[in-house]
């Protein structure tokens, strides 16, 4: 009787958690956020050009694909089916597709927002689009037509397609760092001409800008960057291959605006120190070498670049369409998405955050939850890691199979001997955030940890082996990833694939090979299974030993299915072949099993049941569970109603005021 009733104690936690959770994010003390400053941005070139319609080559022709109609997974799995349409148009009406006479007008599309504002100093370019939106709540009559396939949605005397969103889905596609790479060291081309150094014009992302208008001179003058050929981007393949495989939901783990800046013609790329052919993103209109030679003078703007309409259409929405018309998202915020990269695009389109301004530093995790699983996702595009990060890290000779022991890899402490109040207010918050994870896993027995930076990469920086992300290891609780199966994650540009004995830590699965240029795969491959983690803080007591993984330096994306006996997912891996120029199964598959992830022992990560006795006495302990649970659960209606109440209140806003990361 008393192991009856310590197993009730045992499931009474989670309740508890549940309460502690809802008034630590209620009350008084809550930090109170300020208004953010927003930084003042400009665009060379005419004005008169920004956001044209005007376009004339067939990728960017689109307003032929209006409306485009997709689905964003928001809180608690909520879709919100978003529409774009010219700014001009009325937004597109809900239709049963099997019923048109059937009346669902009783809820229709709103206007999340408009691209061309009335208070135009909020944007730093214009969009010349409309963003409608209907969030689609549960058990209501739209819920169910989306749930079996049969919702669409009327416009211009037409029905068009909505995608289906299935409450048990089975099969989830995983891709990031999907766009094209163009990252001039300098925008300001016209300074080399004249030889001026610095720039002292106007900023784009902080650059300061030469000229207005870019000339023959100008384009043809040798610049060195990051560059990525238009032949080397393969993203439209991977979103039309992941779309002909009946993926049910679309995981997008960051970063979908590379496009930084134009593509000069004389290029270097600092990797390789080849030139890109990539400079047909300069202009929608079409610039012939011939008119170049002539010396007539291109104004590059809106080119196919930066954080307007049409730098989202053609590193985005054009190479996804497919994808998009198949299955809902869910849009993990990147780094290149904070508001000085491509941050006004991510919250316009692609940001479950209820639009309350053009954009804001951070915002709290929210879970997506499922019939089967829930995954839980961060916002931890704020970051500022040492050196840069991954992108920055000069390998070395990275070390192979160790003579003696294991390898036990740095983490790279972005102090670095230094006092930054910054970085304590980074700790404060994703610590703030990793409980609020924590809390969140209670309410799920299979939970997916997804972000945009490594929870816990592997790569390597002058020889030795280091594991990002810092920031987010030091702000882990003891216990946070208990209850977590697998961990997802982008930003190193690659496929990296790590499992632990005995599920010590959860698997980790980097996946940022769906476009943008790739990071060098310098991991001596026979090193990884003599690696052990250890995370965070010390006395948190968070390590694992590696098992087995692998590190690719192919472009590619992941499929994680759903076994047909619910016990457990497989991810499986798809890559490009440069030499048949064409997408092929990867050999290599990882099993996560269902959870709660199970440690070594055998009992659940998070909760040990004590070994029961003959005693059939019910102990006084067990008595307090038994009261305090009846308490809970009558009072457990309002609790659920004061948090509902207190989330829409806190709107997922930020939890303080940030820093804005250039």
Same mark, same amino acid.
């Given at each position: 009787?008393?192991?009856?009733?310590?197993?009730?104690?045992?499931?009474?936690?989670?309740?508890?958690?549940?309460?502690?959770?809802?008034?630590?994010?209620?009350?008084?003390?809550?930090?109170?956020?300020?208004?953010?400053?927003?930084?003042?941005?400009?665009?060379?070139?005419?004005?008169?050009?920004?956001?044209?319609?005007?376009?004339?080559?067939?990728?960017?022709?689109?307003?032929?694909?209006?409306?485009?109609?997709?689905?964003?997974?928001?809180?608690?799995?909520?879709?919100?089916?978003?529409?774009?349409?010219?700014?001009?148009?009325?937004?597109?009406?809900?239709?049963?597709?099997?019923?048109?006479?059937?009346?669902?007008?009783?809820?229709?599309? @709103?206007?999340?927002?408009?691209?061309?504002?009335?208070?135009?100093?909020?944007?730093?370019?214009?969009?010349?689009?409309?963003?409608?939106?209907?969030?689609?709540?549960?058990?209501?009559? +739209?819920?169910?037509?989306?749930?079996?396939?049969?919702?669409?949605?009327?416009?211009?005397?037409?029905?068009?397609?909505?995608?289906?969103?299935?409450?048990?889905?089975?099969?989830?596609?995983?891709?990031?760092?999907?766009?094209?790479?163009?990252?001039?060291?300098?925008?300001?081309?016209?300074?080399?001409?004249?030889?001026?150094?610095?720039?002292?014009?106007?900023?784009?992302?902080?650059?300061?800008?030469?000229?207005?208008?870019?000339?023959?001179?100008?384009?043809?003058?040798?610049?060195?960057?990051?560059?990525?050929?238009?032949?080397?981007?393969?993203?439209?393949?991977?979103?039309?291959?992941?779309?002909?495989?009946?993926?049910?939901?679309?995981?997008?783990?960051?970063? /979908?605006? /590379?496009?930084?800046?134009?593509?000069?013609?004389?290029?270097?790329?600092?990797?390789?120190?080849?030139?890109?052919?990539?400079?047909?993103?300069?202009?929608?209109?079409?610039?012939?070498?011939?008119?170049?030679?002539?010396?007539?003078?291109?104004?590059?703007?809106?080119?196919?670049?930066? @954080?307007?309409?049409?730098?989202?259409?053609?590193?985005?929405?054009?190479?996804?369409?497919?994808?998009?018309?198949?299955?809902?998202?869910?849009?993990?915020?990147?780094?290149?998405?904070?508001?000085?990269? %491509?941050?006004?695009?991510?919250?316009?389109?692609?940001?479950?955050?209820?639009?309350?301004?053009?954009?804001?530093?951070?915002?709290?995790?929210?879970?997506?939850?499922?019939?089967?699983?829930?995954?839980?996702?961060?916002?931890?595009?704020?970051?500022?890691?040492?050196?840069?990060?991954?992108?920055?890290?000069?390998?070395?000779?990275?070390?192979?199979?160790?003579?003696?022991?294991?390898?036990?890899?740095?983490?790279?402490?972005?102090?670095?001997?230094?006092?930054?109040?910054?970085?304590?207010?980074?700790?404060?918050?994703?610590?703030?955030?990793?409980?609020?994870?924590?809390?969140?896993?209670?309410?799920?027995?299979?939970?997916?940890?997804?972000?945009?930076?490594?929870?816990?990469?592997?790569?390597?920086?002058?020889?030795?082996?280091?594991?990002?992300?810092?920031?987010?290891?030091?702000?882990?609780?003891?216990?946070?990833?208990?209850?977590?199966?697998?961990?997802?994650?982008?930003?190193?540009?690659?496929?990296?694939?790590?499992?632990?004995?005995?599920?010590?830590?959860?698997?980790?699965?980097?996946?940022?090979?769906?476009?943008?240029?790739?990071?060098?795969? /310098?991991?001596?491959?026979?090193?990884?299974?003599?690696?052990?983690?250890?995370? %965070?803080?010390?006395?948190?007591?968070?390590? %694992?030993?590696?098992?087995?993984?692998?590190?690719?330096?192919?472009?590619?994306?992941?499929?994680?299915?759903?076994?047909?006996?619910?016990?457990?997912?497989?991810?499986?891996?798809?890559?490009?072949?440069?030499?048949?120029?064409?997408?092929?199964?990867?050999?290599?598959?990882?099993?996560?099993?269902?959870?709660?992830?199970?440690?070594?022992?055998?009992?659940?990560?998070?909760?040990?049941?004590?070994?029961?006795?003959?005693?059939?006495?019910?102990?006084?302990?067990?008595?307090?569970?038994?009261?305090?649970?009846?308490?809970?659960?009558?009072?457990?209606?309002?609790?659920? +109603?004061?948090?509902?109440?207190?989330?829409?209140?806190?709107?997922?806003?930020?939890?303080?005021?940030?820093?804005?990361?250039?």
């Amino acid at each position: 009787m008393r192991g009856g009733n310590a197993s009730f104690c045992r499931y009474l936690l989670p309740l508890l958690l549940e309460y502690f959770f809802i008034l630590s994010t209620s009350t008084s003390w809550t930090r109170t956020k300020t208004p953010i400053d927003r930084q003042q941005y400009y665009a060379p070139g005419n004005s008169s050009w920004l956001g044209r319609k005007s376009i004339t080559s067939t990728s960017t022709n689109y307003t032929t694909f209006f409306p485009i109609i997709y689905v964003i997974l928001g809180v608690n799995g909520t879709p919100h089916i978003r529409a774009i349409v010219d700014i001009d148009d009325a937004c597109p009406s809900p239709l049963h597709k099997e019923n048109v006479e059937a009346n669902l007008n009783e809820i229709n599309l @709103d206007v999340r927002t408009l691209g061309n504002p009335i208070n135009e100093d909020k944007m730093p370019y214009k969009f010349p689009v409309k963003v409608c939106e209907l969030k689609v709540e549960q058990n209501t009559t +739209h819920r169910i037509l989306l749930d079996e396939g049969k919702l669409g949605m009327m416009w211009k005397g037409e029905m068009h397609h909505v995608p289906r969103v299935r409450t048990n889905p089975r099969k989830f596609v995983l891709m990031g760092d999907t766009g094209l790479r163009l990252k001039p060291s300098n925008l300001g081309l016209g300074d080399l001409v004249s030889g001026k150094s610095p720039c002292n014009g106007p900023q784009v992302y902080g650059i300061h800008q030469c000229m207005f208008n870019f000339t023959k001179d100008d384009i043809t003058q040798p610049q060195t960057g990051s560059y990525q050929g238009l032949d080397e981007w393969h993203f439209k393949e991977f979103a039309d291959s992941a779309a002909s495989k009946d993926v049910d939901v679309v995981i997008h783990l960051g970063d /979908y605006l /590379y496009r930084q800046g134009p593509c000069p013609l004389n290029n270097t790329d600092v990797l390789d120190g080849e030139t890109k052919d990539c400079s047909a993103v300069n202009s929608p209109e079409v610039a012939s070498p011939r008119d170049i030679a002539n010396g007539i003078t291109i104004n590059f703007i809106p080119g196919e670049y930066g @954080d307007n309409w049409s730098g989202w259409w053609a590193d985005f929405f054009y190479p996804a369409m497919n994808l998009l018309k198949k299955a809902p998202i869910i849009p993990t915020r990147g780094n290149h998405e904070i508001c000085s990269r %491509g941050g006004y695009g991510y919250f316009m389109f692609l940001s479950p955050v209820e639009m309350k301004d053009y954009c804001i530093a951070n915002f709290e995790p929210y879970a997506v939850k499922f019939d089967h699983e829930q995954f839980i996702v961060m916002d931890d595009s704020i970051i500022e890691p040492l050196d840069g990060g991954v992108d920055h890290f000069q390998p070395g000779e990275c070390p192979g199979i160790p003579t003696s022991g294991l390898i036990f890899p740095t983490q790279q402490s972005r102090y670095n001997g230094a006092d930054d109040s910054n970085i304590q207010s980074h700790l404060n918050i994703f610590t703030n955030h990793f409980k609020r994870i924590e809390a969140f896993s209670q309410f799920a027995d299979t939970n997916f940890y997804i972000g945009h930076r490594p929870l816990y990469g592997i790569g390597c920086k002058n020889g030795t082996i280091v594991t990002p992300d810092w920031t987010l290891q030091q702000s882990l609780g003891p216990n946070t990833l208990d209850r977590i199966s697998a961990v997802f994650s982008g930003h190193m540009h690659w496929l990296e694939v790590i499992e632990f004995e005995n599920n010590t830590l959860p698997s980790n699965i980097i996946v940022g090979n769906g476009g943008t240029q790739m990071i060098r795969n /310098y991991i001596n491959q026979s090193s990884i299974s003599f690696i052990e983690l250890g995370l %965070g803080r010390p006395e948190n007591n968070i390590s %694992g030993r590696v098992k087995r993984g692998f590190t690719l330096s192919n472009f590619g994306y992941g499929i994680m299915e759903r076994n047909a006996d619910d016990e457990g997912y497989e991810v499986s891996f798809h890559t490009w072949r440069e030499e048949s120029r064409s997408i092929e199964p990867f050999g290599y598959r990882i099993l996560v099993p269902k959870g709660p992830r199970k440690k070594n022992n055998g009992e659940d990560a998070t909760y040990e049941t004590p070994p029961s006795t003959s005693n059939d006495r019910v102990s006084f302990v067990s008595l307090v569970c038994l009261v305090v649970g009846v308490v809970l659960f009558a009072s457990l209606p309002f609790s659920k +109603h004061w948090y509902a109440m207190n989330q829409k209140r806190r709107a997922y806003q930020p939890l303080y005021e940030m820093e804005q990361v250039s």
